[in-house]
C-alpha cells in the first residue's frame, strides 16, 4: 500500500497518511501559536493584564455566587445529596451493563437519548458506534443528573434555580463530546480522511474570526460578503420622507391602484434592524402588507454612538412613534394609523399607548403586537442577565462607551440558543474546517445594531428588573403609565417556542390592556414564528374566539390552523382600515423624499 493511499475499514474510518497527519497537526498548532502570541500582545496594547486574578474572576462571579447557594442548599440536607448521588450512580451502573452487552453481541435499549430537537448528535456513528455511543450517553446521564438535581434543590428561591440551570447548560453546552475532534465520529472520520487538513483550516478560520472580533472571538454564522442592503436583501421600493437624530420614517411604494385609507406604521426593536421583515421578495412581511393595499410606513432606528448616549426610552418614544405619527398624518391626511410592534418594538409601542391615553391622543387606531412583553415576570433565560450585580456591571461598561454595543447584546442572544448558534459553529467552523453558508437570516443576525446607555439601562430597570411597565409604576415624561387605560383593540401575536419573549409572557398582554384583545399564537419561534409567508406552507398557528384566563386552557379551547397566520391577522386588520382610496405615491406626498429605501441608518455598521 502507497503512504499516500488511505486505508479504509469496515466501520468508516479511515487510516491517515501518518507523516501528512503530523505535518497539519504541526502547522495547525504554529498557527495557535502565533495565535496566541497576537491576542497577548494585543492586551498588552489595551492594557489589559490577563494575569490580574481580579480581573480574570469578575464575569464569573455571579456564576460562583449562584452554584455556591444551590451547593449549601444540599449541604444543610446531606441525605438529599446522597439521594441525588446515588440515582446517578445508578444510570452509569446501567450504562455499563448495557456497554458490555453490546460487546457480546445484544442489543440493549438505551439509558438516555437525545431530545428529538437536539440536533448535535445526528450522525449514525453516535448510536452504532459502541464508543461513541457510550461518550453521548455518559454525558446525557450527567447533564440530565446535574439539571435535575438543581431545579430539585430547596431553601432557595427560584430565581436562583433558573440562573443555576442556565449557568450549567452554558457549561453543558460546551463540555460536549460533540465539540471535540476525538470525541466526535464525523470530525474523526474528516480529521483522518484529511490527514487533519480539516484541523489547519479551521486554526486559519479560528485566526480570521479573531481578527474580525478585534481580539474577541467573533463567530462567523453566515458568508457576509454574499448579502447587500439595497440590491439582494431589503429591496421592497420605498423612500426615506423623514428623518431625525434617532430614525428614518420610511414610506412603501404602492402595488395596487387602490389602498385601504388608515395607514400602518410599523416599529421594529431597536436591537436589530428593521430589514428582518423585509429580507427577501418571498419572505418579506412588508411586500406582502404592500401587495394587499395597505399604506406602509416602517421606523428604521438610527444606530447609535457615544453622541446620542442620554438619549432615553422617552426620546424613542417623542422622536420615534409620536413624531411617525406627526409626520404620517402630514403624508396621508389621514389622522388615524393602524400600527405594529416588534418585540422591544412593542413595548415601546404599549408604553407610548399609555401615554397617548393619559394625554388623550388618539392618532392610534389599532396595536398588533409580534412577540411583545410588557409584564416580565415570566421572562424567561433573559432575566438571567437582568440582576442589580449585571445591570450595574452593563451600566458601567456604558458609562465607558455611551452605548451598548451590538455584540455584547448578539452574545447574550446566542447564548440562549448556543448549540445552534454558538457549538454547532464552532464544530463546522474550526473542527470541520469549513466555511458556513450564506444565509440572509444569519446575515441579518450577526448585523446588530447598538442602544444609548439612557435608554438600555432605563428598559433592563424598567421592565425586567422592576417590571414597573406591567404594575402602573413606568413614567414617562413626567405621565405614569397605565396600560389599563388603553382602549384601540389589540391583535396580540406570541410564538410557541420563543426564547426571546417566551409564550408564557406574552399570553399575558391581554390581562393589562384595557380594550378587546385577540391572542394568536404562531408554530415556531421568535423569528421563524413571525417571518412565515403563507407561501412557505410551514408551520401552524392557534386561535381561541372564546379566550380563557389560563395558557392550558387556552390551548385547550384553541383551534388549529396550517400554515400562515398572515392572511388571519390581514381580515383582522382590514376591519379596522377603512374604505378604499386611491393608491399613495411617497414620491408625490407633501414630504420631501431623502433618499430611497432602505435608506442610510440601517446600513451603519456596529
Known sequence: MSKTTPAHDPSGFTLP????????????????????????ERQQQQGINASDPEAAMKPVEPVIKTFTEIAQSYAQHPERWAEASWQLWQGYAQLMQNTWSRMLGESPAPVITPDRSDKRFKDPDWSNNQVFDFF??????????????????????????????????????AMAPTN??????????????????????????????????QGSLKIKQTDMSAFALGENIALTPGTVVYQNELMQLIQYAPTTEKVREVPLLIVPPWINKFYILDLNPKKSFISWCVDKGLTVFVISWVNP?????????????????LEALT??????????????????????????????AAKGDDRINSATFFTTQVDFTHAGDLKVFATEEQISAVEEQMGREGFLNGKDMANAFNLLRSNDLIWSYVVN????????????????????????????????????????????????????????????????????????APLPSVFRIGEFMGGETELVVAGSGHIAGVINPPESGKYQYWTNKKGAKSLDDWFKGAEEHPGSWWPHWKDWVKERSGKKVP????????????????????KVKS
Open 305 to 321: 454612538d457615544a453622541r446620542l448616549a442620554e438619549k432615553g426610552f422617552s426620546n424613542y418614544m417623542r422622536d420615534g412613534i
Open 429 to 500: 467552523n474550526y473542527l470541520k474546517g469549513r466555511d458556513p453558508m450564506p444565509f440572509d437570516l444569519l446575515y441579518w443576525n450577526a448585523d446588530p445594531t447598538r442602544m444609548p446607555a439612557a435608554t438600555h439601562s432605563f428598559y433592563l430597570r424598567e421592565c425586567y428588573l422592576n417590571n414597573h411597565l406591567s404594575q402602573g409604576k413606568m413614567t414617562l415624561d413626567q405621565v405614569r403609565i397605565d396600560l389599563s387605560k388603553v382602549k384601540v383593540p389589540v391583535y396580540n401575536l406570541a410564538a410557541r417556542e420563543d426564547h426571546i
Open 180 to 213: 471535540f475532534a476525538f470525541t466526535n465520529p464525523e470530525v474523526l472520520k474528516q480529521t483522518l480522511t484529511t490527514s487533519g487538513e480539516n484541523l489547519v483550516q479551521g486554526m486559519q478560520n479560528l485566526a480570521r474570526d479573531i481578527e474580525a472580533g
Open 327 to 356: 409626520q404620517i398624518e402630514k403624508q396621508t391626511g389621514q389622522h388615524k394609523v393602524n400600527t405594529i410592534g416588534y418585540c422591544i418594538g412593542g413595548t415601546l409601542l404599549a408604553s407610548t399607548l399609555g401615554y397617548m
Open 136 to 173: 453521548k450517553q455518559a454525558y446525557l446521564l450527567t447533564a440530565r443528573w446535574a439539571h435535575d438535581t438543581i431545579s430539585s434543590s430547596q431553601d432557595v428561591d427560584e430565581a436562583t434555580r433558573h440562573r443555576a440551570r442556565f449557568y450549567f447548560d452554558q457549561i453543558a453546552n
Open 17 to 40: 497518511d501518518p507523516l501528512k497527519l503530523m505535518d497539519n497537526l504541526s502547522k495547525a498548532l504554529q498557527i495557535g501559536a502565533s495565535l496566541a502570541q497576537r491576542m497577548a
Open 583 to 602: 393608491a399613495r405615491d411617497p414620491e408625490l406626498g407633501p414630504l420631501q423624499s431623502i433618499e430611497p429605501a432602505p435608506g442610510s441608518y440601517v
